[in-house]
């Protein structure tokens, strides 16, 4: 393939992997309603929580505030917490009102969290009787996006799983592309696909309720993020196949993710360098721009997105930095071996968190970016080191050819930044 470097000798596929098992600094799985509630057009997600729940919702996505929103919290008093209530009572009765108000909601996810999985409150219960009372227009699902040992990618992975069971069931052989993705990235995926000759495609999740896919034996599918254990496991206990590959970051993870698609229903090897060549060239260009500002800089992943070992392969094998650290909460490898096998030896592969510890490593290390959870970047910042933001990488578009660059981008401003800084300072 032009342009792409060799896979190297000794990827990380069989690195010893750290494995740690101490206190962590993640953001909850709820933060998932933010980019979930804008790609299903028709579904709601109702938090049962608490006050601390809502404020988190409402804080990321306060621009929603002015627009009918697709998310509330119901919250979960005091007589609730004391067993005083019968909050599957109330469940019903909000329920019931909002329904009754918003016609047009189609999906309504019930979604736990700590309090309400502290008082094991049974929302599977609740789904089901509201599934009942309000079939055949609405359906009722439930999963949790509880902060208790949970990372904030997984609340996507526990709602696209809990969707997994109640897909229709289709014995087309069709492409399956998992995960959620804004909308344009959507579709230019979908565009490079029809144009490999392949127009049997749906995703999950659909961006409306009657879209939904069908799953079987037929079905196989692709994931679009690396967070999807549970989907995965999911999809396959409904008789689909997963189609293993570098996630579709960058160029070389983009033409890899295809390839692999491209393959599996043998697309024409001239075919797909005639579709792909140009978005190539196009993609490698614009992370060239980015790559002069990463090339022989340092970078150490904290664990937070679980992105971090896809980014961490973009980052060396096509900016040109060097991995230190990359730790991640969860390493599946089923879903992760193809981008370890590229990611070239030398980084410590880390799974888990314990956050001290971890903080000296990075200390002792003085890489010249650190990605990591929000909670860090500012003390780090203030320790002098040049951090970057992993939630911004779940917000913004960065999957595919035409996003490569701006991938590159998101990672090259901060160092930018901190070298302007430093010349200020120095004036
Ligand atoms: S689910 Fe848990 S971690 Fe998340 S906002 Fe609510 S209380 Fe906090």
Known sequence: MIGTPPPPARGCGQAPVLKERGQREVFCGLTGIIWLHRKMQDAFFLVVGSRTCAHLLQSAAGVMIFAEPRFATAILEESDLAGMADAQDEIDREVA?????????????LVGSCPSEVIKLDLAKAAERLTRAHAPHVRVLNYSGSGIETTFTEGEDACLAAMVPVLPRTEARELL?????????????????ADLG???????????????????PGTVYALAQPFLGE????LARRGARHLPAPLPFGEEGTTAWLAAIAAEFGVD???????????????RKSVAAAARTLAGKRVFFFPDSQLEIPLARFLTRECGMEAVEVASPFIHRDILGPDLDLLPEGPVIAEGQDVDRQLDRARAARADLNVCGLG?????????????WAIELVFTP????????DLAELFARPIRRKARLRLEAAE
């Open 97 to 109: 009102r909002l329904l009754e108000r918003r016609p047009d909601i189609r999906q309504l996810f």
């Open 198 to 216: 392949i127009d049997r495609v749906r995703t999950l999740p659909a961006r409306r309720a009657d879209d939904a896919p069908g799953i079987g």
């Open 376 to 388: 860090l970047a500012n003390p780090l910042e203030a320790e002098g080191l040049t951090t970057k």
């Open 269 to 283: 090897p001239a075919r797909f360098e005639a579709v792909t060549a140009a978005p190539r060239a196009r993609a």
């Open 177 to 193: 592309v998992v995960g959620a993705l804004p909308d344009v990235v959507e579709d230019q995926a979908l565009a490079l696909l």
């Open 398 to 405: 960065v999957h595919f050819y035409e996003q490569a660059g």
């Open 231 to 234: 989907t995965h496991a999911a």
